[in-house]
């Protein structure tokens, strides 16, 4: 708690000791308080009675009691505070040479980007070669550098760039500075050599006509010639015109 009052000469019209002061008092309000502080007198700070005191002495005391409080308890705290942090730096430089011991031996390690730059050091000791990026269009181009250590010869990245691009919480970041334009994408779309798969194992070849405004070469495979029809419908491929709205349940969740 701290005490508050309004200045009427050489008095204090009120005092109170539970309410907090006003955000425009701002640092008028903090200089204010710390001049009472400095203004009590030895012969306060021996009272027995605070009831004998008048309201403008009360208010210099007990705000010298809390300045007196916080300076011995900041020094206590800040020594507390830099104990803790040597202690988790501790704790993490050994579970770092813990992990390091682990994985060391291993052919392949996988991560996420945002392990990649958390885990900065354990990713600088293993010293990788080889950077195989999953998704590739989905992901910042801040994110991707943090993969890219010293060590590195040869990063592969695997993704759609006509698909989803990366998510940016800020949209003027996305609109006016291209933040959600992945790395991959801008690679692409500048002619950076690369190599585009074109033929797919996935559907029946009825979608392929669909898809070919986007992948103008996709052709399928021999092997999705085999699928089975759909059961109990017409045909493969056909196209529902309803007029029900979408409906939205929780978080987001949008439901047709």
């Given at each position: 708690p701290s005490i508050y009052g309004k200045k009427i000469d050489e008095g204090v019209e009120s005092v109170s000791f539970d309410k907090a002061p006003k955000e425009s008092e701002g640092k008028l309000g903090s200089i204010r308080r710390r001049k009472l502080a400095q203004n009590c007198d030895a012969?306060?700070?021996k009272t027995a009675d605070l009831r004998h005191l008048r309201p403008e002495s009360r208010a210099k005391l007990v705000q010298f009691w809390l300045d007196t409080y916080y300076q011995r308890t900041s020094v206590s705290f800040t020594e507390a505070a830099n104990e803790y942090h040597r202690i988790c730096q501790q704790i993490k430089d050994r579970n770092s040479t813990?992990?390091?011991e682990i994985l060391k031996s291993a052919k392949v390690v996988g991560m996420t980007t945002t392990g990649a730059a958390i885990h900065q050091q354990l990713l600088l000791s293993l010293q990788p070669s080889v950077i195989i990026v999953e998704e590739a269009c989905e992901i910042l181009e801040a994110n991707l550098l943090a993969t890219l250590t010293p060590s590195v010869k040869h990063l592969i990245m695997i993704g759609d760039h006509m698909q989803l691009r990366p998510k940016v919480s800020c949209h003027y970041l996305a609109s006016d500075y291209h933040f959600d334009r992945s790395m991959f994408e801008?690679?692409?779309t500048n002619n950076y050599p690369h190599v585009t798969?074109?033929?797919?194992r996935r559907f029946r070849p009825e979608f392929v006509p669909l898809l070919q405004f986007y992948y103008p070469n996709l052709q399928s495979m021999p092997t999705v010639e085999k699928y089975k029809p759909s059961r109990h419908l017409p045909k493969n491929l056909f196209f529902w015109s309803h007029l029900s709205w979408e409906e939205k349940r929780g978080s987001g969740v949008v439901i047709n």
């Open positions: 012969n306060l700070t813990f992990y390091h801008r690679l692409v798969l074109e033929f797919q």
